[in-house]
């Protein structure tokens, strides 16, 4: 609802990595908001479909960076934390949609 709030279009939320990836297929987000669990699996592999698109993401959990020290996409994202605050959410929101150069933009 924070982003809504803000203007943004959202794609979501999703129940599921395999949800998520679903969504990927059919959508081109600009950006995206990641918890690290969805369901009952890790969702390294949406991190994996963004990064190979260069879509840029953020974590929205209670993990910390040693928590996911094996997974070197979740561990070297911004990790926003959980309780998520309002501002600090729309300032990485801003952040990443700022640093997507779209092809039809000069």
């Known amino acids: 609802s924070t982003l809504r709030g803000a203007g943004y279009e959202v794609l979501g939320p999703v129940g599921t990595a395999i949800d998520a990836l679903d969504l990927l297929s059919r959508h081109s987000p600009v950006a995206a908001v990641l918890d690290v669990n969805l369901g009952n699996h890790r969702v390294t592999s949406v991190a994996q479909a963004l990064a190979a698109r260069s879509i ?11 928590d996911l020290d094996n997974e070197p996409l979740l561990a070297n994202a911004v990790n926003l934390g959980k309780p998520t605050l309002p501002g600090a959410l729309l300032e990485e929101v801003r952040r990443m949609v700022g ?8």
């Not at 840029?56 to 040693?66: E, G, T």
Request: proline residues 11%; without cysteine.
């Open 99 to 106: 640093a997507v150069r779209r092809p039809d933009e000069h």
């Open 56 to 66: 840029p993401y953020v974590l929205a959990s209670a993990y910390s960076d040693l």
